[in-house]
Each structure stands twice: as structure tokens, then as C-alpha cells.
């Protein structure tokens, strides 16, 4: 029925990794997104793999950070972006086990939005991070939890895992192996917690983009859609202007980590 949330604890498409879709050189566990077709002289390069036994079922995916025949390497990373769902979890679950190498760092990333028909844009609800280090011998629970920033219950997710953080600059070997992720607990619209309030313009913006709040900014981190960070920049005061010039058209999350209390997350669009 419209308007209301759907069970809380709704499994994540494929959130178990059970099915896979043969693309005759490699894999890619269905639904999801990777850098598997990412073809060199010497063939594909699988970043994402299919594992076996899987922590529940017979399934997991493992996801590494490669080396290219030129020499650089390939980022880690998978991603499930814009699948339905209707709800106001608690966070994210799973079950993973990870090796992350040495002067890198790992990260998961969980969104929720709803399109807001009456301005034709996707509205954040809800946001969550996780970002690990070192290694994770065996299988553990995974959990990410969600900090909301609305009242409204989400009609869509977004999920990525990146075993290197730095799409620039991966550190080969680090890897992370996940498998039956779900979306468990309800949040109550009473527990949404006093947030900063924020101004950010124009929409859609071109060049600059303008932030204004009632107490000091941190930190602006810009990521697009799926949650990979795109630009960042560092600042103390309850205003700054932020160069967008150079970032690709479409729609970006803005997370403004404030200098005291918790984060606001905020969206534009580039043209």
C-alpha cells in the first residue's frame, strides 16, 4: 500500500550471492555491478569473484584489488545502485571477512532516497559508512548503520562495497569476502535527531556550489550516486564555496562533517 513501510528486514537483491551470470570469461553475481569487464591486452582483469562455501548457501563474493599489465592496479569494488525498497532500517547486515594491505583502507557504503516529485529530485533519507583496516580471519557479522536525515521513509537503496578506498591509488591484495546482506530494524520517525540547519545552492549548479549553516563545517565530502567520493575539502567555518567545476554532470550527496555534532548529508545537481 502506498505510503507504507515495507518489512524492515527485506533481503537486498541477491543479497546472498546465489546468483551469478556467466559472461564466458568471467562472472559477475547478478544484479550487482563490477569492474569485471574492464578488458586488457592479456584478457579481463576479475576484480569480483565467485567464492565457495558461501557463509550461509553455497555462495560469497570476493572482491580484490588487481594488478593492471601496465603496472597500476584496479580498484576492488562492487555496487547495487538503485533498487527499490520501501523502509526505515537500523543499518545494514551481512557477514564478511576481509585483508586489507597496508596503507590502504576498505569501505562500505549504504544510501537511502526517495524521489521528491514535487521538485523532480532524489532526496537523501538515510546514509551510512563503514571504513576498515588490517585483516578479519573468518566469517563476522557485518553491520552499518544508518544516521537519517528526514522524516520520510525511503522508496530506493544503494549499496557498494570498495576494498580500496582510493580509486587512484589501490594498494594490490586487499580484498573483502561478503554474503548474505540484509536491511534489519526500524527506526521511528520520534527518534530523528536534531540536525544543523543547512542552505546549500544553486540547484543545479554549475561551476560553484555554496553551503551555508548555523554552526561551523568540518569537512565537505561530494560523492556521487554510489557513494564513491569524488571531491573533498576541508574547512572551519559556518560557510564556503565549493570548485564543482570539473565534476561530471548529474547527481551528487554532499556530507558535511560538522564541527560539532552529527553529520548532514544534502544532494545537487551538476550540469
Known amino acids: 500500500m502506498a505510503g507504507l513501510a515495507a518489512p524492515a528486514s527485506a533481503q537486498v ?3 546472498g550471492f546465489e546468483s551469478w551470470v556467466d559472461h564466458g570469461t568471467y562472472m559477475d553475481p547478478a544484479g550487482w555491478l563490477t569492474y569485471n569487464d574492464n578488458v586488457t591486452s592479456s584478457g579481463p582483469v576479475i576484480t569480483v569473484e565467485q567464492g565457495f562455501p558461501g557463509a550461509v548457501g553455497a555462495f560469497y563474493a570476493k572482491i580484490t ?10 580498484q576492488g569494488w562492487m555496487s547495487i545502485n538503485g533498487f527499490a525498497y520501501a523502509g526505515r532500517p537500523e543499518g545494514l547486515t551481512g557477514q564478511w571477512q576481509y585483508g586489507i594491505q597496508p596503507g590502504d583502507t576498505g ?13 523532480g529530485t532524489r532526496d537523501p533519507i538515510a546514509f551510512g559508512t563503514l571504513e576498515v583496516t ?8 557485518l553491520y552499518v548503520p544508518f544516521t537519517y536525515y528526514s522524516e520520510e521513509v ?49 540547484s543545479p549548479a554549475t561551476t560553484a556550489l555554496h553551503i551555508v549553516a548555523d554552526q561551523r563545517v568540518a569537512e565537505v ?12 575539502q576541508s574547512t572551519n567555518a559556518e560557510s564556503t ?13 554532499v556530507q558535511l562533517h560538522m564541527a560539532e555534532g552529527k553529520p548532514v548529508v544534502r544532494s545537487f545537481v551538476k550540469q
Open 107 to 119: 569501505m562500505v557504503t549504504v544510501a537511502l532516497t526517495k524521489w521528491n516529485s514535487t521538485f
Open 65 to 74: 584489488t588487481r594488478e593492471l599489465p601496465i603496472g597500476s592496479a584496479l
Open 13 to 15: 537483491p541477491n543479497g
Open 221 to 232: 565530502d561530494v560523492q556521487d550516486i554510489t557513494g564513491r567520493t569524488v571531491l573533498k
Open 154 to 202: 525511503a522508496d530506493t537503496a544503494y549499496i557498494q562495497f570498495e576494498a580500496s578506498i582510493n580509486f587512484a591509488d589501490p594498494v594490490v591484495g586487499s580484498f573483502m569476502k561478503v554474503d548474505d546482506l540484509a536491511f534489519d530494524g526500524t527506526v521511528g520517525v520520534e527518534e530523528q535527531p536534531a540536525l544543523p540547519v543547512v542552505r546549500m545552492f544553486p
Open 241 to 253: 564555496v565549493v570548485d564543482i567545476a570539473n565534476l561530471n554532470p548529474g547527481r551528487y550527496l
Open 134 to 141: 588490517g585483516d578479519l580471519a573468518g566469517w563476522h557479522p
